[in-house]
């Protein structure tokens, strides 16, 4: 079995272990007979171990980690083993074979869950921080141009302002001397031209730049 990990790596796992040593002695009603089928369970065990090593699924597989791990379907089986030779853990361990129990392999196997279940929120908050960002870069962007056609705005309402006051004094003032000297004129009266007052919102730090900036300088 084939267990893929995060990064690209696999965990291999192998479960072909012979227990028909450890029946005999578990069978067995002679001590001597159970100790010597309990020993060459240990040969056995060790075997598969030498096999797994030979195998070399390490380099069988691009993305498989260095280890391979030789599952054990009982715990009973595995402590029968490490009673006759302690050393068979380390030396499992020095061919570059890890022994599993069903405890310890799903163990692993919710270890590695763990970590896909991580290695997404990682993803997805990756993903959130690039969104976020390309937000605000938006965000910056819109407001620069609203910034522009506020001032452009209140550029023209100040334009208009003045026009109208150039207006009233130049043009319209004629006009109503024509009136008041009794001159036939059209069935409209002159109109005051109201002037502008309603200029855009813009942030406080906006209104306080306007404040201070200095008005620009026109002629009538």
């Known amino acids: 079995a084939i267990i893929r990990i995060p990064g690209g790596r696999s965990l ?131 407001a620069g141009h609203l910034k522009s056609v506020g001032s452009g705005l209140s550029s023209a309402v100040n334009n208009y302002n003045k026009f109208v006051g150039s207006f009233e004094r130049n043009v319209m003032s004629t006009g109503r001397k024509f009136a008041e000297l009794n001159i036939e004129t059209g069935k409209r009266e002159l109109e005051d031209v109201p002037l502008v007052e309603a200029l855009p919102r813009y942030s406080s730090e906006v209104e306080q730049e306007l404040i201070t900036s200095p008005e620009p300088s026109g002629e009538d």
């Open 12 to 142: 291999v796992i192998d479960a072909k272990v012979s227990l028909n040593d450890y029946q005999d002695g578990f069978n067995a009603d002679d001590d001597d007979v159970r100790e010597l089928a309990m020993t060459r369970h240990t040969a056995s065990m060790k075997n598969h171990v030498e096999g797994l090593s030979r195998k070399a699924y390490w380099d069988q597989f691009d993305d498989a980690p260095d280890y391979v791990i030789m599952f054990v379907p009982g715990e009973h089986f595995l402590a029968a083993a490490l009673e006759h030779e302690p050393a068979l853990w380390d030396l499992a361990f020095e061919k570059r074979v890890l022994l599993a129990t069903p405890t310890n392999l799903v163990a692993i196997a919710r270890t590695v869950a763990s970590v896909w279940r991580q290695e997404g929120l990682a993803r997805e908050a990756k993903q959130i921080g690039a969104l976020g960002k390309e937000m605000y870069d938006r965000i910056a962007v819109a």
